[in-house]
């Protein structure tokens, strides 16, 4: 099934492999009347770029955005807009090795059995690669929203065992260190941490946390389209998340109902405010008017160095060592990823929710 | 936005409000040829009744379901099978004070927001009523499952702080105490819980684990149309589930990848398997053969009869202490909802896939 | 697959067959804030109600709705309208022979070579009672678009070899007659010519116009949801339709550019207006500001009482003879069901063009 | 809205400005397994390129298509085909004129009116040239159709007042002349017919037929997702076309049913046949097996050299002369956009009826 596009409204559409020509996305829907550059697209990609850290695979790629279609005179003019990055760093290495058995905690042996045979090179499609088109997309995505007073802070909470301290969160030094953990201390902890992995030819797993502000009351919708349920479906596809919460998420599972429901009452502007946020923003599935706040857990990168069991494409079993260095970590990279599917997400609700009320129909068509 | 309905091929559109006539589900793309009574979908209705358990709310409800349309001779026809199950006993609150004000964890506030007003009885809605039609199409759903020889076990793990024990586990016990945990310690512990917070006027949550078996390999799609993207979705659309995770999920964000990674092996009947399940199922976002595993988290259930602050509609701070019994947790009754959403979505990966290969596309037409 | 849902922001999904126990529609994306009763939708459903003309099957059904869900104190609430109709008439005829062969014309060969099997009473889902669900919807989204200054006129422009004249075109004139022709002297001699035909046990193809006043610039989207493209989609989804048009449709193939075109010109109000309407109210796939002009023609009743030559489930070529009255003409009461499904595809239309631009999206969130 | 993707399984999203830098498009849901080559896709992309015929504008382009994606060692990976062709010759015209007014007959106003203002170089979106992605997926649709033993015939039936005659017919001659018109005759005679036009600084209409061999029975869903309405919307949503029918279309409207109902038969080799096909090869929207026949009526190129009357940007009404040479008819180049979204529509309806019997899930999952 066509499983690449993304979006009812707001949508985007993406394409490519780690070792194919190009890779790219189609974003449809996105309103006529915004400013648009390569620049502002390229800020993004250039977070989610390999080599820009020690702790990043040290593949040399510039990852430069063209923009093809949909943007005349600085503006989007409500067609589609494609864009596409060329790869550049993909006739290096010999992947015949890896075309004949199964790496472990890879999709290598799932493609196979699905489609018959796999794009071998550097994981296909399910390739970190993959995530430029998002990131691409979210890009624009995180622009709409900007324009309508919302803003994205998206950042590492754990790295392994070292999480960060809720008496040093600094939104600012996210932006510092290249964990993009908003606190110092834990950072140079991970960064330790990290160093030995790399040499122990290990990886780490760790948790990536997004926290909207500015978002409108009254978006998602009852039932299966509630808003928490968009998120959640949107970071899943994130490859290599393996757990969603929001607020309190699996802490809520423990707590009682005195403790985990948030008081309302009378903020100083006189509107309705949550006093404490435990739900993390929204209530029955419609955002409240708190910032929304949620977190992924990425599992630790499966490409490790030392020696694996597995079995080849013969039926044998083996013992493998993957060549090349891998990112030690996969939830650094995957800060802006979290951002771009969660600003995705954002703008498919706001445009769906135009059509929540008659009163707003009538300020539109009347 | 239209939001009641779920799923790309085997579709579930639900109705119907808490206190509204009737509630109800539309289950179109059902495959022709399948064997259908009332009594299979009463059975899973069954298991989410109200009154059912000390720990269930005591509301009066039949839901004794009608199926009125796409049912012929006793089978499936290919078209829509309608579902509905009447409301009984709702005349007998009153509910004048409850739309007045804006109860602390639910939706009353956010609905205003969004809608400019609310059926403010009994949640609307919201209300885990809400979930009926869920259930009638997710037996369906099972019943295809079943036919293919997949099956479907859900079960709580945990309510507040006291979790089942690995040792003690025991798929068959989870039918036997009123709280679906399949270990009779945990069970036990749980119960004299519970009853402690009934009389504190509080209530507890809990986590739901579902496992499916004999699964083919090969669901889910890469990128955005991921099987667990799909249950992340599934899941966090039912009210009160706070978070979601595969497999290990959150664990895997502490882990390394040596011990994150499952390696691969050789099975007794010479087929490929998975030496341990960290993934819980999935690599890449398609099933991988091993059983499927995912949580929920369940936050308490947010009516509390002790007194607590919130504001009413003419923005004041007020107390208010909400009249009735409650269930004094969601989790136990939220188990056949998670195996009805886990069945609604693994239908539709199955029917998705059917056209994943050339080859597949020939057995079908020639 | 799932074909009982129509609308991607404002949907309905019909469900029922012509001799089950009822039939129905849920209606999702309904705006909340639209006052709506009963009466609003029964009063569509009896204009195509049986037995209301001597040339429409003598069936006896109320077709009295139901709301079951979404209103609440007299308003939609945004939350699905769940709507039922019960059959009454259903047990009379006897269909044991209707089971065993394939009525030419009719859907009987192809739902058994799709399916396996079929309801065979009445013609199951394939019946014209298929329709109830449609105009009930229907029904909800006129109301929406008589709020927002939309009116849809819908009549009858040919029965067989009579077609109306333009010289004597009046609208009022076709909720007069019963064949809802906007043309009395036209009306007169397509009864006769009916009358002529239901002697002879046969029946009469039709035409119907639909037009829409009042439509703002600006409705559809460029290349695949082109306004045009959704609504051929819409009138060609009904029984019986085998051919489309809009504005001069197929006469614009024989015509010229010059005599096609339409030009522009300043309006007495000072607007832009098109001085001719060739073009049937859109341009590019847009609603252009001129009234939307759509045509679609319809097949002659298949159930003919004549002698007819077919096939039964044995492979047998055999001879057979319809029994009951039937409708002799499907164009009239076709009116209603091509009027509501002109009105849901609108609707539709209308909340698609709400993110449209960035200046509206500003308009309803700042 | 996001209107630039068709199809709910096998999907394409296109792209593309007619004076940007490059159009595209991506498939999406391509069953793996397929052979494809660039090739295949360049020889449908020739026949609608540009300057390849006396009667098409004489605009240079290759039309050279890149595929970037989704292939691998030959073949389909069952991952996502993008695909793209540069524009080149799209610095040549001066559009300076055509920013200020609106042509007759084309979109500019109505890309004014929804969006703001509009990339009006050579018609932006809603050029012709929009049909180059249209026609890359038909291309990877049609070869999947061949593959299935299915197969297409489009061909021109009529240009302006010039038919083809059925004694004529010969689907050969349609491939030889570049009218695409199977009745060398007729081709002629219009050929004449468009030069006295060209002279009038005029234009042509004309319709296109299209007939689908090979098809399996069942195709098609009952109600919305019928197999006729997918193929209206499909061929509806080409610029341009203004009418569509099946089998005998609007001739039906004005038929009896005595003479419009297919006899059913036992063929030759003992199955199920229809005598005639009035029908068109659907019966209640489930393809019935004889050959599918559609039919559009395509407009006359509104492009026209002769003075014509209009409005400008600052609401002044004022006479225009469209520079340069185009088409003088769209029928022609048309045949193959036609062909290209039967093929589209097709493939996504054999997809979709691969779950509509258990049997079948059974043979594919068992």
Known sequence: MAGSTY?????????????????????????????????????????????????????????????????????????????????????????????????????????DEKYGFRDYRGGGRSSGRETIGRVAGGAIAAKILKELGITISTYVTSIGPISIAQNRFDLNEAKNNELNMPDKVAAQEAAAYLESLIKEKNSAGGTVECMVQGLPTGLGDPVFEKLDAGLAKAIFSIGAVKGFEIGDGFAAAHATGADNNDAFGIGADGNVIKKTNHSGGTLGGISDGSPLILRAAFKPTPSIASPQETVNKNGEEITIEIAGRHDPLIAARGVVVVEAMTALTLVDALFANASARMDTLKKIYE
Chains 1, 2, 3, 4 share one sequence.
């Open 7 to 111: 979006g009812n409204i707001f949508k985007i559409t993406t394409w490519g492999e780690s070792h194919g020509k190009a890779l790219g996305v189609v974003v449809d829907g996105c309103p006529a009347g915004l400013s648009l550059t390569e620049e502002d697209v390229q800020a993004y990609l250039n977070r989610r770029k390999p080599g820009a850290s020690r702790f990043a695979t040290p593949r040399k790629e510039d990852d430069a955005v063209e923009i093809l279609s949909g943007v005349f005179e600085g503006k989007t003019t409500g067609t589609p807009i494609s864009m596409m990055v060329r790869n550049k760093d993909h006739h290096s290495a010999d992947y015949s090795k890896i075309a004949s058995y199964y790496r472990p905690g890879h999709a290598d042996y799932t493609f």
